[in-house]
C-alpha cells in the first residue's frame, strides 16, 4: 500500500516537472527530462531481458535503433501518422526479436553475449550502407509523428508526456508480471533453467517471450528517441549504445522494477552535471561507475534498499 | 580481377589477421582461464598507440619509440590488474561488464587529457617506399615489417605457450581453473604476468597499426569486437585457435572490404555498391562466427575440460 502511494506520488511528481522547469525558468531542461524517460523505457526493456529473464543481451541497442529507423523512415516517406508508426516498429522489433532470439538463446554464457552482440553489430554496418536513408552520415527528419487532434511530438511537451505515460504503463507492467504465474515461472528458470525444465516449463519459449516483449518495448523508446532527437545515425545501433544501456541497469539495480528508470536518470544527470562543471565528463562518469561496481553490488536500488531497512530498524 | 591484386589483398588481410591476433591472445587467455569479460582490452590497444606515438616524436627514432611503449604499455597492464580487475575475476559476467566499461570511459578521457583526441605516428623514413616481391607485385616495406613482426610474435606465443613451464601452467589453467590451482599452482602471480604480456601485445599492434589506420580516441573500441569475434571462433582460452581465427578474420574482412563492391556493383547502382560493399563485408564476419557457432558452438579449437 504504501508502495503505491509512492509510487503515484513519484508519477505526480513526474508529471508537475515540465511546470517546475518553467516556473524555475530552466524550460530547456525539458529534453533532458524526456530523455531520461526514453532512457528509462529503453533500460527498464533490457532489466526485463537480463535481469528478469537472466539473458545477458549485448545487443539490446539493435531493437532501440530499429526503432529508431522504422520511425525515421517512415516518417522521411511522408508517413506521419503515429499510430501506423508504432503498428510498424511493433511488428519490425517483434520480428527481429523474434528471429535474433530464436538463434541465440540455443547459445548460452559467453557465447549468448557474443551473439547478440553480432546481431546488433550485423544492424549497425547494414545501417551503414543504406546510402538511400542517410548511410554511415544519418537521416535527419523534418515532421515528428502525428498523433492527431492536431497534437503531434514536434511539440515538446507531448513527446515528454507521451514518453512518461509509455514509462508508467511499462513499471506497471512489469510490477504485475514478477509475481504473476507467468512471472515466476521465468524467475524459476533464470535460477535453474534444468530444475523448470524438468518441472514442466517450455523454458525455451519462455525465454523467446521475455526477450521479444523486451525487444518491442525498446523499439518504442527508439521510436520516441528520434522524435525527440530529430535525428538518426548508425550510431544508435553500435556497441558502445548497448553497453550504455547495459551500464544503466547495472547502476540502477539489476532485476527490481526501479532499476531501469533510476540507473538512466543517474546515469543522464550525472553527465549532465559533469559536462557543465569538468571538460571531461566521462572521465569522472567511469569513476563513479566503478565505484558502484566495487562498493554498491545491487545498485542504486540496493543502496535504498538498505538504507531504508536501517532507518526502519531504529 | 588479376592475380596480383588478389594476392596483394591476401597479404594485407593476412597482415591485419596477425594484428588481430596480438589482441587476441591475451583476451582468450583472460577470457578462457579467468571467465572475465575485458571491454578495456581495446583501450589497451589505444593506450600503446598513443604512447608509441609520444615517445617516437619524443626520441625522433620509430624502434625505441615503440618499444618503450610497449614496456610501459605492459607494465601499465601489470598495475591495472594488479589494482582492480583481478577482484573482478570472482564477480558476475555483468560486473565485469560495468566495471570494464567504466575504465574504457576513464582511458578514452585520461588519454584526451594527456595527449588530445589524436596523435600524428607515420611509419619510419627507411620503410616508407615499396618493395617488388614478384615481377609486377610491389608491396609496401612497412607492411612487410608488419607481416614480419606479427609473424615472429606468433611463433615466440606459440612456443611460450607450448614448450615452456609457464605455458603449460597457462594451459593447465585454461582448461581446469580449480585443479590447476589444487595442484599448487599460483594462478593470480601467473596472471598478472600473463595480463601484462597480453598488454603488450596490444600495444605492438596499436603502435604498428597506428601510421595505417590513425592514432586516436576511440581507436579500441571497434577492433576490440573483432578480437572478441576472433576468441569466439577459435575457441576462448586457445592460442592456437586465436591465432586461426584472426587469420580468417583478417582475410575475410580485408578481401571482403577489397572485393565487395565489385560484387555489388554487377546489381546496385555505383554510389551505392561502394557504401555497401564494406559494410557487407563486416557483416561477413560476423556470420561467419554465427556459423561456426552453430557447427562448432565452442569453437573451432575447444579447450575447456
Known sequence: MAQRAAAALLLAAAMAVPWVLEAMDAGYYLSLASRIVIYGIAATSLNLVLGYGGMVSFGHAAFVGLGSYVTAIMISEGLLHAGAHLLAVVAVTALAALLIGSISLRTRGVYFIMITLAFAQMLFYLANSVKGYGGDEGLNIRARSALGFGLDLKNPLVTYYVGLAVLAAALVALARFVPSRFGRAVLALRDDDVRAEALGFPTYRYKLIVFVVAGILGGIAGALDVNLQGYVSPNVLHWTKSGTLMVMVILGGVATVWGGIIGAAALLLMEEGLSSTTEHPEFWTGWVLLAVVLFARHGLVGIAASVTRKVLRQ | ?305
Open chain 2, 1 to 305: 580481377m588479376s592475380g596480383v591484386l588478389l594476392l596483394e589483398q591476401a597479404l594485407n588481410g593476412l597482415q591485419f589477421g596477425l594484428m588481430l591476433f596480438l589482441l587476441a591472445a591475451g583476451l582468450t587467455l583472460v577470457f578462457g582461464v579467468m571467465d572475465m569479460v575485458n571491454l578495456a582490452h581495446g583501450s589497451l590497444y589505444m593506450v600503446g598507440a598513443f604512447l608509441a606515438a609520444w615517445l617516437v616524436g619524443l626520441t625522433g627514432s620509430f624502434i625505441v619509440g615503440v618499444v618503450a611503449a610497449v614496456a610501459l604499455t605492459g607494465l601499465f597492464g601489470m598495475v591495472l590488474e594488479v589494482g582492480l580487475l583481478r577482484t573482478l575475476y570472482v564477480r558476475d559476467h555483468l560486473s565485469q561488464v560495468l566495471a570494464t566499461f567504466a575504465l574504457i570511459l576513464i582511458l578514452n578521457d585520461g588519454v584526451k587529457m594527456i595527449f588530445g583526441t589524436d596523435l600524428p605516428l607515420s611509419a619510419p623514413e627507411a620503410l616508407s617506399g615499396p618493395v617488388e616481391l614478384l615481377p609486377g607485385l610491389h608491396y609496401p616495406a612497412y607492411r612487410l615489417l608488419i607481416l614480419g613482426v606479427g609473424l615472429l610474435l606468433a611463433v615466440l606465443l606459440y612456443l611460450l605457450v607450448q614448450k615452456t613451464r609457464m605455458g603449460a601452467l597457462v594451459r593447465a589453467g585454461a582448461s581446469n581453473r580449480e585443479m590447476a590451482t589444487a595442484m599448487g599452482v599460483d594462478i593470480k602471480r601467473l596472471f598478472t604476468l600473463v595480463f601484462g604480456i597480453g598488454a603488450a601485445l596490444c600495444a605492438v599492434a596499436g603502435s604498428l597499426l597506428g601510421p595505417l589506420l590513425a592514432v586516436q580516441v576511440g581507436m579500441g573500441e571497434n577492433i576490440l569486437i573483432l578480437a572478441f569475434v576472433v576468441v569466439v571462433i577459435g575457441g576462448i582460452g586457445s592460442i592456437r585457435g586465436a591465432l586461426i581465427g584472426a587469420v580468417l578474420v583478417g582475410c575475410i574482412d580485408t578481401l571482403g572490404r577489397a572485393f565487395m563492391p565489385h560484387v555489388f556493383r554487377a546489381f546496385l547502382p555505383p554510389q551505392w555498391a561502394s557504401a555497401a560493399g564494406p559494410a557487407f563485408a563486416s557483416v561477413t564476419v560476423y556470420l561467419f562466427m554465427a556459423a561456426v557457432l552453430a557447427l562448432k558452438p565452442r569453437g573451432l579449437f575447444p579447450v575447456r575440460a
